[in-house]
Protein backbone atom coordinates (compact mmCIF):
# COMPACT_ATOMS: atom_id res chain seq x y z
CA UNK A 1 0.00 0.00 0.00
CA UNK A 2 1.63 3.53 -1.04
CA UNK A 3 0.82 5.71 2.00
CA UNK A 4 0.33 9.62 1.89
CA UNK A 5 2.02 12.05 3.12
CA UNK A 6 1.40 16.14 3.45
CA UNK A 7 2.82 17.91 0.77
CA UNK A 8 4.97 20.01 2.72
CA UNK A 9 3.53 23.52 3.13
CA UNK A 10 4.13 26.50 0.54
CA UNK A 11 4.77 29.57 1.92
CA UNK A 12 3.67 33.00 0.06
CA UNK A 13 3.40 36.89 1.78
CA UNK A 14 1.39 38.95 0.58
CA UNK A 15 1.81 42.79 1.46
CA UNK A 16 -1.86 44.61 1.33
CA UNK A 17 -1.47 47.22 -1.01
CA UNK A 18 1.41 45.68 -3.01
CA UNK A 19 0.20 43.37 -5.68
CA UNK A 20 1.62 39.84 -6.33
CA UNK A 21 3.04 37.87 -3.56
CA UNK A 22 6.72 36.52 -2.01
CA UNK A 23 8.08 33.41 -1.65
CA UNK A 24 9.59 32.00 1.50
CA UNK A 25 13.13 33.36 0.59
CA UNK A 26 11.85 36.64 -0.81
CA UNK A 27 10.03 36.90 2.52
CA UNK A 28 13.91 35.97 3.93
CA UNK A 29 15.36 38.82 2.14
CA UNK A 30 12.59 41.23 3.07
CA UNK A 31 13.25 40.61 7.13
CA UNK A 32 17.58 40.49 6.58
CA UNK A 33 16.74 44.01 5.59
CA UNK A 34 14.22 45.24 7.90
CA UNK A 35 16.49 43.77 10.43
CA UNK A 36 19.53 45.69 8.99
CA UNK A 37 17.42 48.80 9.18
CA UNK A 38 16.71 48.41 12.55
CA UNK A 39 18.44 45.86 14.00
CA UNK A 40 17.24 46.43 18.02
CA UNK A 41 13.55 46.06 16.46
CA UNK A 42 11.47 44.52 18.85
CA UNK A 43 7.76 43.25 18.30
CA UNK A 44 4.96 42.48 20.64
CA UNK A 45 1.53 41.00 20.23
CA UNK A 46 -1.33 43.28 20.98
CA UNK A 47 -4.08 41.41 20.15
CA UNK A 48 -4.81 37.89 18.76
CA UNK A 49 -8.12 36.44 16.84
CA UNK A 50 -8.07 33.17 15.63
CA UNK A 51 -10.60 31.23 13.95
CA UNK A 52 -10.38 27.53 11.74
CA UNK A 53 -6.80 27.24 10.43
CA UNK A 54 -6.38 31.29 10.76
CA UNK A 55 -4.54 33.52 13.37
CA UNK A 56 -4.89 37.08 13.23
CA UNK A 57 -2.02 39.04 15.52
CA UNK A 58 -1.92 42.52 15.94
CA UNK A 59 1.37 43.63 16.66
CA UNK A 60 3.39 46.66 17.52
CA UNK A 61 6.58 47.23 16.09
CA UNK A 62 9.67 49.25 18.09
CA UNK A 63 12.84 50.05 16.44
CA UNK A 64 15.71 52.64 15.81
CA UNK A 65 16.41 53.44 12.28
CA UNK A 66 20.23 52.51 12.34
CA UNK A 67 20.65 51.47 8.80
CA UNK A 68 19.62 52.37 5.32
CA UNK A 69 15.66 52.43 4.78
CA UNK A 70 13.42 53.09 2.03
CA UNK A 71 16.51 55.10 0.60
CA UNK A 72 16.56 57.01 3.71
CA UNK A 73 20.08 57.20 5.19
CA UNK A 74 19.79 56.19 9.09
CA UNK A 75 18.22 58.64 11.40
CA UNK A 76 18.88 57.43 14.41
CA UNK A 77 14.94 58.28 15.46
CA UNK A 78 12.51 55.49 17.23
CA UNK A 79 9.81 54.06 15.38
CA UNK A 80 6.51 52.26 15.85
CA UNK A 81 4.93 50.38 13.34
CA UNK A 82 1.48 48.61 13.49
CA UNK A 83 1.12 45.82 11.84
CA UNK A 84 -1.79 43.38 11.25
CA UNK A 85 -1.56 39.70 9.98
CA UNK A 86 -3.72 37.01 8.81
CA UNK A 87 -1.89 33.68 9.11
CA UNK A 88 -3.04 30.29 7.55
CA UNK A 89 -1.99 27.17 8.98
CA UNK A 90 -1.82 23.70 7.82
CA UNK A 91 -0.21 20.79 9.40
CA UNK A 92 1.42 23.28 12.11
CA UNK A 93 3.02 25.08 9.57
CA UNK A 94 2.07 28.82 8.09
CA UNK A 95 1.19 28.74 4.88
CA UNK A 96 0.02 31.47 3.98
CA UNK A 97 0.59 35.26 5.68
CA UNK A 98 -1.03 38.53 4.34
CA UNK A 99 0.12 41.50 6.55
CA UNK A 100 -0.69 45.15 6.61
CA UNK A 101 1.64 47.39 8.07
CA UNK A 102 1.35 51.61 8.79
CA UNK A 103 3.65 52.67 7.56
CA UNK A 104 4.21 50.00 4.63
CA UNK A 105 8.08 49.11 4.64
CA UNK A 106 7.39 49.45 0.63
CA UNK A 107 10.53 49.73 -1.43
CA UNK A 108 12.09 46.96 0.86
CA UNK A 109 9.36 44.49 -0.79
CA UNK A 110 11.26 42.71 -3.61
CA UNK A 111 10.60 39.25 -5.17
CA UNK A 112 12.05 36.74 -7.25
CA UNK A 113 9.43 34.03 -6.95
CA UNK B 1 -24.76 36.10 19.74
CA UNK B 2 -22.64 34.40 17.46
CA UNK B 3 -19.99 34.81 15.51
CA UNK B 4 -21.66 34.10 12.46
CA UNK B 5 -24.59 37.26 13.31
CA UNK B 6 -21.00 39.43 14.44
CA UNK B 7 -19.80 39.03 11.18
CA UNK B 8 -22.90 39.91 9.92
CA UNK B 9 -23.59 43.19 11.70
CA UNK B 10 -19.98 44.14 10.42
CA UNK B 11 -21.28 43.30 6.76
CA UNK B 12 -24.47 45.19 7.34
CA UNK B 13 -21.85 48.39 8.31
CA UNK B 14 -20.16 47.89 5.03
CA UNK B 15 -23.28 47.41 2.55
CA UNK B 16 -25.46 50.03 3.99
CA UNK B 17 -22.96 52.47 5.80
CA UNK B 18 -20.35 52.84 3.54
CA UNK B 19 -21.54 51.49 0.04
CA UNK B 20 -25.14 52.81 0.47
CA UNK B 21 -24.17 55.98 2.29
CA UNK B 22 -27.34 55.13 4.55
CA UNK B 23 -25.97 57.20 7.71
CA UNK B 24 -29.01 56.38 9.47
CA UNK B 25 -27.81 52.60 9.58
CA UNK B 26 -25.22 53.71 12.43
CA UNK B 27 -27.36 54.58 14.81
CA UNK B 28 -28.64 50.90 14.59
CA UNK B 29 -25.08 49.20 14.34
CA UNK B 30 -22.80 51.14 16.34
CA UNK B 31 -23.61 52.52 20.13
CA UNK B 32 -23.72 55.54 21.46
CA UNK B 33 -20.75 56.15 22.97
CA UNK B 34 -19.01 54.01 19.93
CA UNK B 35 -14.53 54.78 20.32
CA UNK B 36 -12.86 54.51 17.01
CA UNK B 37 -8.89 53.64 18.42
CA UNK B 38 -6.98 54.90 16.10
CA UNK B 39 -9.49 58.11 14.35
CA UNK B 40 -8.85 60.24 11.40
CA UNK B 41 -7.84 63.66 11.75
CA UNK B 42 -10.93 65.86 12.78
CA UNK B 43 -13.00 63.06 13.55
CA UNK B 44 -14.91 64.05 16.94
CA UNK B 45 -16.00 61.19 19.15
CA UNK B 46 -18.53 58.70 19.42
CA UNK B 47 -21.09 57.39 16.91
CA UNK B 48 -21.94 60.95 16.53
CA UNK B 49 -18.46 61.55 15.23
CA UNK B 50 -17.68 59.03 12.76
CA UNK B 51 -21.80 60.08 11.04
CA UNK B 52 -19.71 63.42 10.62
CA UNK B 53 -16.95 62.51 9.85
CA UNK B 54 -18.63 60.10 6.68
CA UNK B 55 -21.46 63.35 5.92
CA UNK B 56 -18.56 66.24 5.93
CA UNK B 57 -15.40 64.77 4.76
CA UNK B 58 -14.87 61.08 3.35
CA UNK B 59 -18.41 60.48 1.35
CA UNK B 60 -18.21 64.05 -0.16
CA UNK B 61 -14.46 63.35 -1.11
CA UNK B 62 -14.94 59.50 -2.36
CA UNK B 63 -18.86 60.35 -3.13
CA UNK B 64 -17.84 56.58 -5.80
CA UNK B 65 -16.61 55.22 -2.43
CA UNK B 66 -16.94 51.27 -2.86
CA UNK B 67 -15.68 48.98 -0.04
CA UNK B 68 -15.06 45.09 -0.45
CA UNK B 69 -14.28 42.77 1.98
CA UNK B 70 -11.95 40.03 1.02
CA UNK B 71 -11.24 38.32 4.27
CA UNK B 72 -12.85 37.67 7.87
CA UNK B 73 -11.65 36.63 10.90
CA UNK B 74 -14.30 36.62 13.78
CA UNK B 75 -13.87 35.06 17.59
CA UNK B 76 -15.75 35.33 20.24
CA UNK B 77 -16.94 39.34 20.30
CA UNK B 78 -14.23 40.19 17.57
CA UNK B 79 -14.30 40.64 14.02
CA UNK B 80 -11.16 41.41 11.89
CA UNK B 81 -11.92 42.28 8.05
CA UNK B 82 -9.26 42.68 5.85
CA UNK B 83 -10.62 44.80 3.15
CA UNK B 84 -9.54 47.62 0.18
CA UNK B 85 -11.58 50.81 -0.50
CA UNK B 86 -11.85 52.02 -3.86
CA UNK B 87 -13.34 55.74 -4.82
CA UNK B 88 -12.27 59.30 -6.98
CA UNK B 89 -11.18 61.52 -5.27
CA UNK B 90 -13.59 64.52 -5.92
CA UNK B 91 -13.35 67.45 -3.20
CA UNK B 92 -11.04 68.27 -0.85
CA UNK B 93 -9.88 65.29 1.84
CA UNK B 94 -7.48 65.78 4.65
CA UNK B 95 -6.50 69.27 3.71
CA UNK B 96 -5.50 68.05 -0.23
CA UNK B 97 -7.73 69.78 -2.83
CA UNK B 98 -9.62 67.42 -5.29
CA UNK B 99 -7.14 65.26 -7.54
CA UNK B 100 -9.98 63.52 -9.50
CA UNK B 101 -7.81 60.53 -8.86
CA UNK B 102 -9.31 57.05 -8.40
CA UNK B 103 -7.06 55.12 -5.48
CA UNK B 104 -7.55 52.00 -4.38
CA UNK B 105 -6.84 52.00 -0.30
CA UNK B 106 -5.77 48.84 2.07
CA UNK B 107 -8.09 49.34 5.41
CA UNK B 108 -8.01 46.53 7.87
CA UNK B 109 -10.71 46.59 11.12
CA UNK B 110 -10.89 45.33 14.40
CA UNK B 111 -14.19 45.36 15.39
CA UNK B 112 -15.60 45.18 18.68
CA UNK B 113 -19.10 43.94 18.98
CA UNK B 114 -21.04 43.40 22.48
CA UNK B 115 -24.94 42.18 22.73
CA UNK B 116 -24.99 43.13 18.80
CA UNK B 117 -23.84 46.51 18.77
CA UNK B 118 -20.24 47.23 17.81
CA UNK B 119 -18.69 49.21 20.89
CA UNK B 120 -15.87 49.89 19.47
CA UNK B 121 -13.08 49.67 15.83
CA UNK B 122 -9.48 50.13 15.23
CA UNK B 123 -8.98 50.69 11.94
CA UNK B 124 -5.44 49.87 10.11
CA UNK B 125 -5.76 52.65 6.97
CA UNK B 126 -3.03 52.73 4.39
CA UNK B 127 -2.36 56.47 4.16
CA UNK B 128 0.75 56.45 3.35
CA UNK B 129 -0.60 54.34 0.23
CA UNK B 130 -3.28 56.92 -0.52
CA UNK B 131 -1.55 60.02 0.11
CA UNK B 132 1.16 58.91 -2.54
CA UNK B 133 -1.78 57.41 -5.23
CA UNK B 134 -2.75 61.14 -4.64
CA UNK B 135 0.28 62.19 -5.78
CA UNK B 136 0.88 64.45 -2.55
CA UNK B 137 3.83 62.03 -1.04
CA UNK B 138 6.44 60.74 -3.79
CA UNK B 139 6.49 57.26 -4.67
CA UNK B 140 8.50 54.59 -2.15
CA UNK B 141 12.28 54.91 -3.21
CA UNK B 142 12.47 58.62 -4.86
CA UNK B 143 13.89 61.68 -3.26
CA UNK B 144 11.77 64.20 -1.89
Redesign the interface.
Known amino acids: VKRTRPLPPIYSAHF??VPGQMCREDFKQFMAAFIAAFPDQQHTVE?L???GD?V?P?LVIRGTHQGAF??IPPTDKSVMI?A?N?LRIEHGKIVEH?T?T???P??LITRRC | VSMEENKALIRRFIEEVLNQKNLDAIDDICSPDFVEHDPVPGQGPGAAGLKQFFAQHFFPAFPDLHWVVEEMVAEGEYVMARSMWIGTHQEPFLGIPPTNKRVTVAAWTIDHIIDGKLTDSRIIMDALGLLQQLGVVPPPGQPR
Open positions: AGEIAEKMRNGTIIYHLPACS
